[in-house]
């Protein structure tokens, strides 16, 4: 019932790696899915979720009552106000990640995830790092993008990364501190990296 948190400087292979990761063990791949069931709770569509996301940028309770208080869970799980802001979607975002690790076997790729499940006894967290050059050259030889657009989609979602993160009231989310493991994904292949990653979770955290 193990939850992976893969957390990365954009470009550096998270959800390549992720969807790797995921299919490897049988494990849910929970990036787009999360914007589903975000859109499905406050009764709007993903593509109203997807525009407020990027402008935004027992353990259950725990977690959740760590983030945002009782009320506010009561009032946006049962609302169906078919609307959706910045705030609510951060409020949203935290309620459902929680449920989604609950689950368990779930691989679960940003949008703070790893701040939201600090305290989860069974999450591991991972951090992708790469230098931007590495990074722009990896959009460009996985999704067919011209130099000049890969750093453009590189140097925006950086960005986004940081407006995020800053809404959360966080600033240190690249400090290893946070991780069970950081991949420099300069040093390793995307094979590499998957196998050193199930090898944390099959060595209870242990390498």
Known sequence: ?????????FGAGGKTL???VAEKLGYTFADDHIIQMVAEAANVSPHWVESVEREAGGRLSRVITSMVSKRLVDRILKDERGYIDEKLYLDYLVVIIAQVAEEGNVVILGRGSQYILD???DAYHVLLINDIDSRIKFMMEHYDFSESRAAQIVNREDKRRLN?????????????SLYHLVLNMKRFSLQKASAVIRNLLENNGSL
Do not use: C, E
């Open 18 to 20: 992720g969807k790797m």
């Open 1 to 9: 019932m193990a939850v992976i948190t893969i957390s990365r400087q």
């Open 119 to 121: 305290d989860h006894p």
């Open 164 to 176: 995020l993160y800053r809404k959360l009231g966080k600033t240190d989310y690249d400090n290893p």
